[in-house]
């Protein structure tokens, strides 16, 4: 009784099926990671602005309350950003009040933020160096939610 081999294997068109298959879930795949990557860069982004913009307004509370000393026209907020980190002689205690660990990193451009100061214009795109009154990041990107990041 002679027995018929089976040929194991995959055809052709099975084959080209399957690399297929593959390549249309690759392609989906893509745009998901990308917008994932979009989207963790923006949280980081948020979360840094609210650290140091928090970190800048408790500055400026303790310096309204008397706490911190304060230079004529310098309206309370810290001169450089580094201060927050370096710490401030709080008036009545011996030890230094440090505001952050360290500057957190522009995510979307990796170099060094925007400031602005109290005196500056609303509008001005420049930092007049007389304060650091707010922050803002120095890209021109354009955010999921369609806003730029310059205006966060």
């Not at 949280?43 to 706490?67: C, F, N, P």
């Amino acid at each position: 009784m002679a027995r018929r081999r089976r040929h194991r294997g995959f055809t052709l068109a099975e084959l080209v099926m399957v690399v297929a298959l593959i390549a249309v879930l690759s392609a989906m795949v893509l745009p998901v990671a990308k917008f994932t990557v979009k989207r963790r860069k923006e949280a980081e982004l948020r979360l840094a602005l609210r650290q140091v913009r928090t970190a800048i307004d408790e500055y400026k509370r303790l310096s309204d309350q008397g706490l911190i000393p304060i230079k004529i026209g310098g309206e309370g907020y810290p001169e450089e950003l580094e201060e927050l980190v370096e710490g401030v002689e709080i008036v009545g205690q011996e030890t230094k009040r440090r505001f952050l660990r360290r500057i957190p990193v522009d995510p979307m451009t990796k170099e060094d933020w925007e400031f602005r100061s109290y005196q500056d214009d609303i509008d001005e795109t420049s930092w007049g160096g007389e304060n650091v009154y707010d922050i803002r990041t120095s890209s021109d990107g354009v955010a999921l939610d369609g806003t730029e990041y310059a205006e966060w």
